[in-house]
């Protein structure tokens, strides 16, 4: 495993704009843990982006929809903890910029400020825009989230892919310009077809992102639990497991387990021990019997 040059210098805007132009691929990678924040930053990920998801692997939640602003706010501090390099991006979760420009703006500010956060992410389509662009006039730069909106796909009967007929297709496209309009420096399309997510990376003068929408965009985002399958409950077409870690997990809990139970761990290898006179002196003080027939 080869890791970036000491050289390596900050992600910023304009250096994705500058990739986006070169034809250089845009890595971005859904973030929630330290651990994770310092690998990925040492290895050269673009953009580390605080997911909201985050809460359905960390914390238990069944959906997006109820991972909290406190919960968010932890991970987020977390990976600026563990990152120097990378663009630090905050997924703003649920209900936290849907009310009210003023809101939406409170609470961007609040990411920036306590988190040391660089940029939001905000899932929706043109209805959001305004509350959108009034973050990005506050000076936030916000990347568009289009396609499928986790925040809003249990109202809307469920998870499908999105853009797979003209019209619908024709309504993703508006919901990426009104973003554009907004102010967004890119879009991520997720589970949209990939001749939406194509035709937008020909069209909008920002990048475009692929979150299971093909590899025709400027780069590519994924979840990291989805890499290892972490998240056993469902594991999405579009994600690759690059490495299972769950039978992995399994065979060391097992032998820990049973090496507890049968006494085997820990080991005197494991174990701080009294010098001997020091364990004479001990037994005698507190009348350690059992001790002091062993030790006769």
């Not at 469920?158 to 019209?167: H, I, L, N, P, V």
């Not at 290892?228 to 469902?234: A, K, S, V």
Request: proline share 4%; net charge negative; hydrophobic share 40%.
């Amino acid at each position: 495993m080869t890791k970036t040059s000491e050289n390596r210098k900050k992600t910023t805007i304009r250096e994705l704009q500058r990739k986006m132009r070169d034809d250089e691929q845009i890595v971005q990678m859904a973030i929630y843990d330290y651990r994770s924040a310092v690998l990925a930053d040492r290895l050269g990920i673009d953009i580390l982006c605080v997911s909201d998801t985050g809460g359905m692997i960390l914390f238990g939640h069944q959906s997006t929809v109820t991972v909290t602003f406190d919960e968010v706010m932890m991970m987020a501090k977390a990976i600026d903890r563990g990152s120097r390099y990378g663009l630090r991006m905050v997924d703003m979760p649920y209900w936290s910029f849907h009310v009210s420009p003023q809101q939406a703006v409170e609470n961007a500010g609040r990411f920036v400020a306590e988190a040391n956060a660089e940029v939001m992410k905000c899932e929706g389509n043109q209805h959001h825009a305004r509350n959108i662009e009034a973050i990005v006039k506050a000076g936030i730069p916000v990347q568009g989230h289009i396609g499928i909106t986790p925040m809003r796909m249990p109202q809307l009967g469920g998870f499908f892919a999105q853009g797979k007929d003209s019209e619908r297709a024709r309504e993703l496209v508006d919901d990426a310009w009104s973003f554009v309009d907004a102010g967004c420096f890119s879009i991520l399309c997720e589970v949209t077809s990939e001749e939406v997510c194509q035709y937008l990376g020909e069209v909008l003068p920002v990048p475009v992102i692929s979150l299971g929408a093909g590899n025709k965009a400027h780069g590519v985002h994924i979840i990291t639990s989805d890499l290892f399958h972490l998240y056993e409950e469902h594991t999405p077409r579009h994600s690759k497991i690059y490495t299972d870690l769950i039978p992995i997990m399994e065979d060391v809990f097992t032998r820990y387990r049973d090496e507890v139970r049968s006494r085997e761990y820990p080991g005197p290898e494991h174990t701080i021990y009294m010098k001997p006179e020091e364990l004479r002196k001990f037994a005698a003080r507190m009348k350690w019997e059992s001790k002091l027939k062993q030790l006769a």
